[in-house]
């Protein structure tokens, strides 16, 4: 019995299969650079420091248009604080957002998430941030 037939299935299967999923990312950071990137990612911000969030993927996001989510993190529940959608131009491998934690005042001490979801609502991404003193 020769494995060749069932080798080449295999091979054959595996090349014209479903593409790899993308690699999502969030970045944070205080300053993006002329390539709007992040130079320095952080999770961690003090209390009145610019933030700066990113998201990139290593191919071309497959919608139209993303929204991206910021919810205040308590023990006891998740409160969202706003949201922004971005419309996406066919090509777009990220988008960035400042976040005005400095105009939150002393609401803006804490930890939350950052989503980003596509536009039938699908959660791609999330990632914490926290604010200290």
Same mark, same amino acid.
């Given at each position: 019995?020769?494995?060749r ?60 248009k ?18 922004? !959608?971005? &419309?996406? !131009? ?12 400095? &105009? ?14 596509? !536009? ?7 990632? &914490? ?5």
């Open positions: 019995m020769s494995f037939p069932l080798f080449l299935l295999v091979l054959i299967s595996l090349l014209t299969g479903c593409a790899a999923d993308p690699t999502l990312t969030i970045e944070f950071c205080e300053s993006l650079n002329t390539n709007d990137q992040c130079p320095t990612d952080r999770d961690q911000f003090n209390l009145g420091d610019r933030v700066y969030v990113r998201f990139s993927s290593d191919i071309p996001f497959e919608t139209t993303i929204t991206g989510r910021i919810f205040r993190l308590d023990s006891e529940k998740k409160q969202e604080l706003g949201e922004k !959608e971005f &419309e996406l !131009e066919p090509g777009t491998t990220y988008v960035t957002q400042n976040i005005p934690f400095h &105009e939150f005042g002393m609401g803006a001490l804490g930890t939350f998430s950052i989503e980003f979801s596509d !536009e039938s609502g699908h959660v791609m991404a999330k990632r &914490e941030v926290t604010i200290t003193h």
